[in-house]
């Protein structure tokens, strides 16, 4: 059993926390590019527009899927956080992008995080 702070978890725990010891991994830049556009686009929403929305979502969804990326960095099967994260801005900005038509920024978000699934879900096969 390891202790992390004030979670007591098993070894064979699947949730991902910040583990002592970190061995050779391959990181995945893929999920951490992806956390970042999503960020730097909720950044971009607030400079232009002043939204603070965007702002909140952006930072939200960009920290998650971050902190996803760093879950597969981890271990290349534990995909629940990033898998999670993109289906839920799949479905939200798919019917934005439906009801408005516009491609930036619901088009192009929902696009990017429909291929992240695929992406993930190839992953575990």
């Known amino acids: 059993m ?3 702070g004030f979670f007591l978890l098993k070894s064979s725990a699947t949730v991902c926390f910040f583990p002592p010891t970190v ?3 391959a990181v995945d830049w893929i999920g951490f590019a992806y956390a970042a556009l999503l960020a730097v686009g909720g950044v971009v929403g607030y400079t232009r527009k002043g939204s603070k929305i965007s702002l909140a979502a952006g930072l939200t969804f960009g ?5 996803g990326a760093y879950c597969v960095t981890r271990d290349p099967r534990n995909v629940k956080i990033s898998l999670f ?3 839920l801005l799949t479905v939200i900005m798919g019917m934005r992008f439906k009801r408005s038509k516009k491609l930036m920024p619901a088009g192009l978000v929902a696009c990017l995080s429909l291929l ?3 992406r993930l879900v190839f992953m575990l096969l």
């Open 23 to 25: 061995g050779t991994m």
């Open 116 to 118: 992240m699934i695929l």
């Open 63 to 67: 920290s998650m899927a971050g902190y």
């Open 2 to 4: 390891w202790l992390f």
């Open 85 to 87: 994260s993109a289906f």
